[in-house]
């Protein structure tokens, strides 16, 4: 029953997760600094807006609740790629 209600949700809500856990595990298994903490708490919190967004409050003011959260968690992402890409080019 909840398959059909919340199928699409599900499988992307577990993408989220999975790229949210091999963030955090390249965080905190790399030997740099720990400058990029605010930018995986952000996108924590991003990922929180947007489960609250689709399974707590549902219709019209859920999905703002979601977008808020994907916008949060995108430009988290964004930032975290960024600098991780910046500083294995710088140590070549």
Known sequence: ????WYGFETIMMLIFAGISIG???HLFLSKTDK????SFVSMV????MMLVGVGYIRGFDGMGWFVYGL???????????T??????KREE
């Open 1 to 4: 029953m909840w398959w059909q």
């Open 71 to 81: 916008l949060l968690y995108g430009g988290s992402l964004l930032v975290y790629l």
């Open 23 to 25: 963030t955090g595990r």
């Open 35 to 38: 400058v990029l903490t605010i």
């Open 45 to 48: 919190i991003g990922f929180c």
């Open 83 to 88: 600098f991780t890409i910046f500083r294995l």
